[in-house]
């Protein structure tokens, strides 16, 4: 069970029971209440596809090579160019491809540097970074676009309320990283000792990443990760000190991505009262990224498919070398077996002359040749084609077949279609529909009249304190900060609906400091205690997984505690302040 089995398991057996039905499964997709579902899911795969396809170019690693050559090997320095890299970029691209890119590149970074002996303060930086920066803009993230959505607010707006307690955040967070939480030489020393790239490598052409077997020592290295050091050291250092560019295909993603986010923001900022779907927008720019990609990769063919066929070679290669040498380790071993058991019988014979037989039938398999051995197959693919037969097609191989000519012929769409979040689709849609059926079912109005209560005693300050708490908080227990967006925005909107009945009205301060509020611990809410508390918490950990670095669920929340603790009374502090200076005690407007 994991996080997309879950939610569709519990609205199966919902529906099964009859405890929901129609009117939820269609809300919970189609849309209630100004939250629509389906326009949310496309807008942000869209966008998300022009945003993967500009990484997927290497735009984000050459980017991040560029800093890194600014900053030298003056260690603070290179920490705060890339700390302000990554805050920019996120703010623009939003946080997957930031994670994608800048988490491997941080490993090679950190592996090839002898004087870093952890990486944990620069993974965890960049981790912390990429969701406080994504909460600037709608785009940057799918709970932004729930929450604006829920609460009919332009995109302008939102990011006119967020980004002063945002930028203060990263601006304060900094030095607290610096100087108080990663304040060790062993993990930001003062002059990094970083390898030169040997000659050979600085003039070799750089080749495309996302071809398969384009760099087969680099595969083969991870998957072995006991291989050799240095030769694993060498690959990293290339990887960062020789990235791939493709210009053409960075710089019409970036034109693409620039033209789609501005068109979005006008036609928000534009539209009076009519809703218009997002997607509108983002599907058809999503379609022309698309079909450029496909474009260049077939004028392309012929040389990304020769990168890859030698590549192919050269792991083949690798692998039968590796396997002979297994073989032949085999061998030595029986043969060494095969003298000490001959000695032993020796001695056993002279004592018992009368069983002969009884002793040597033991042996018999030990006394097999080193050369029968060494020619037996090693899995069943080469017990089939040792055996005489052809090895039989079957779909399963026709598929593997075709997905590979793929991804020789179209790397760039491939790799973009590998990365999108398609796993968002499914778990978004089971979310709302569950926390639909608490709204049905009475539920979330209970909820309701729960932060009611609490925002009468504690009034603004407690509403905002108050939801900045429990929205970090249930993003580790209610489905990511996907799902405690969607819940949370259930609950306000029933809290409007509490207020418009009994006629008391909610203070404008009070109900936009709550929304923002519970805006910020949502973003922010991502590096808290779990991984669980985000999708981009579990990529994080996947990634770094597959670089061989691995995280701990209790080291996860016992480094991001202080730094979850800093954000969120700095940016609910801000928030506080600007709140009280902006807006009045007037009474808001229920629509």
């Given at each position: 069970?994991?996080f ?12 099964a ?25 496309l ?30 090997k ?11 890299f ?7 691209i ?6 994608l ?20 303060a ?18 940057s ?18 990011t ?5 307690p ?24 003062a ?6 790239l ?9 080749v ?34 020789n990235?791939?560019l ?16 501005i ?5 928000n ?14 599907v ?22 020769k990168?890859a ?7 083949e ?31 056993e ?16 398999k ?9 020619n ?19 779909l ?35 979310m ?6 608490l ?6 109005p ?10 009468e ?36 909107q ?20 709550t ?12 590096f ?30 016992r ?21 009280y ?11």
């Open positions: 069970m994991n997309i089995t879950a939610p569709l398991i519990a609205d199966l057996f919902l529906l029971i009859l405890a929901i039905g129609r009117q939820e499964v269609y809300e919970g997709t189609i849309g209630a209440k100004s939250i629509v579902p389906y326009d949310i899911m807008f942000f795969l869209s966008l998300a596809y022009i945003a993967i396809s500009v990484d997927a170019s290497g735009l984000i690693r050459w980017l991040a090579f560029k800093v890194l050559q600014k900053g030298g003056v260690g603070h320095r290179l920490f705060f160019y890339l700390y302000a990554f805050f920019a970029l996120t703010t623009f939003g946080n997957d491809p930031v994670i890119s800048g988490t491997a590149f941080l490993s090679y970074m950190t592996r090839v540097s002898s004087n870093i002996k952890h990486p944990r620069w993974i965890y930086t960049q981790f912390s970074v990429a969701n406080i920066a994504s909460t600037i803009l709608v785009s993230n799918p709970t932004n676009l729930v929450l604006a959505g829920a609460f009919e607010i332009s995109f302008i707006k939102y006119a309320n967020v980004i002063v945002v930028l203060v955040t990263g601006i304060v967070l900094f030095p607290f990283l610096l100087y108080i939480i990663f304040h060790d030489e062993s993990l930001i020393p002059s990094i000792q970083m390898e030169d040997p000659e050979e490598l600085k003039n070799r052409k750089p495309n990443p996302n071809i398969p077997f384009a760099k087969g020592e680099v595969e083969d290295s991870e998957s072995y990760p006991n291989s050799d050091d240095e030769q694993e050291k060498k690959m990293s250092l290339e990887e960062i000190l990235p791939f493709d210009r053409k295909g960075a710089m019409f993603g970036a034109v693409i991505m620039a033209v789609t986010l068109t979005v923001l006008v036609l900022a534009t539209s009076q009262g009519s809703h218009r779907p997002v997607y509108w927008v983002t058809p720019a999503a379609f022309v990224m698309f079909c450029f990609d496909l474009t260049m990769g077939w004028l392309n063919r012929e040389e990304t498919r990168i066929r030698e590549g192919r070679q050269r792991v290669t690798v692998q039968a070398e590796r396997a002979e040498v297994r073989r032949q380790s085999i061998a030595s071993q029986h043969v060494s077996a095969t003298a000490s058991g001959e000695s032993d019988n020796s001695i014979s002279a004592k018992e002359k009368t069983e002969p037989s009884i002793l040597t039938q033991p042996n018999e030990s006394a097999e040749s080193p050369q029968t051995i060494a037996e197959p090693t899995s069943d693919s080469d017990k089939i084609v040792g055996s005489g037969g052809k090895v039989p097609t079957t399963q191989s026709l598929f593997a077949q075709y997905h590979r000519w793929a991804q020789e012929t179209f790397p760039t769409t491939m790799t973009v279609f590998h990365h999108l979040p398609f796993a968002l689709v499914p778990f978004a849609f089971c709302f529909v569950l926390v639909q059926a709204v049905t079912k009475g539920w979330v209970v909820f309701a009249y729960g932060w009611d209560h609490w925002v005693k504690t009034g603004t300050v407690g509403a905002i304190g108050g939801m900045g708490f429990m929205s970090v908080i249930l993003c580790n227990f209610a489905g990511t900060n996907i799902g405690t967006t969607i819940l949370i925005s259930r609950v306000i029933a809290w409007q609906n509490i207020h418009k009945l009994n006629g008391i009205p909610i203070s404008n301060r009070t109900f936009w400091g929304v923002y509020s519970m805006a910020i611990g949502v973003n922010y809410g991502a808290s205690l779990a991984f669980s508390a985000s999708l981009a918490g579990m990529l994080w950990r996947d990634i770094l997984a597959r670089k061989h670095i691995h995280v701990g669920g209790l080291e996860f929340a480094i991001n505690l202080p730094i979850i603790a800093i954000t969120m009374l700095v940016g609910l502090t801000v928030l506080t302040g600007q709140t200076i902006m807006r009045t005690n007037l009474p808001y407007n229920v629509k």
